[in-house]
């Protein structure tokens, strides 16, 4: 037991010793930061911006996603390398957007929220446009046709009253 502790004390030793100062900020040892959490911070970060309907996901994904599982990296595929990163992200659009300034919002923030939270340097923020959807349209058709038979109906209402006083 005493050896096992000894060993302990030596190794806490030994790291204590390897802390160096780098850019006047104290180092203890190695950082590794999982391509996961780089992909969801990058999904999250695409999917702030307004425009971006859906990340696109596989059909497997989708279906593990239909059963309630969130994946918040869906669409998007990260390359590492030492301190480098290139991000691609595969998405879905609302319809009459304008894909080349959706594009580069959604690189900025990406780049901008990755680099901040990891320390990663973003090479690369590559856009993959895979569809439109077209359920934001389809419910300002239905509220605007909804309004508009409120307003007839209105009106109606407002006639059938003026006769009603005649009378």
Excluded: C
């Amino acid at each position: 037991m005493e050896e096992e502790i000894k060993k302990e004390v030596e190794n806490v030793e030994e790291i204590e010793s390897s802390v160096q100062t780098e850019d006047g900020m104290d180092v203890m040892g190695n950082i590794k930061i999982a391509v996961d959490v780089v992909s969801t911070i990058a999904g999250i970060a695409a999917d702030e911006i307004e425009g971006v309907a859906n990340m696109y996901s596989s059909f497997a994904g989708g279906i593990v996603e239909k059963f309630g599982k969130k994946n918040a990296s869906k669409g998007v595929r990260v390359n590492m390398n030492d301190d480098s990163v290139t991000i691609d992200l595969y998405m879905i659009v609302d319809y009459g957007v304008k894909i080349p300034e959706l594009a580069w919002e959604v690189q900025e923030n990406v780049k901008n929220s990755v680099e901040t939270m990891t320390g990663l340097t973003v090479d690369n923020v590559n856009i993959h446009v895979e569809g439109i959807s077209f359920e934001k349209e389809k419910a300002r058709l239905i509220e605007e046709a909804e309004k508009a038979e409120t307003s007839e109906a209105a009106e109606a209402e407002d006639t059938d009253d003026s006769e009603d006083i005649e009378d």
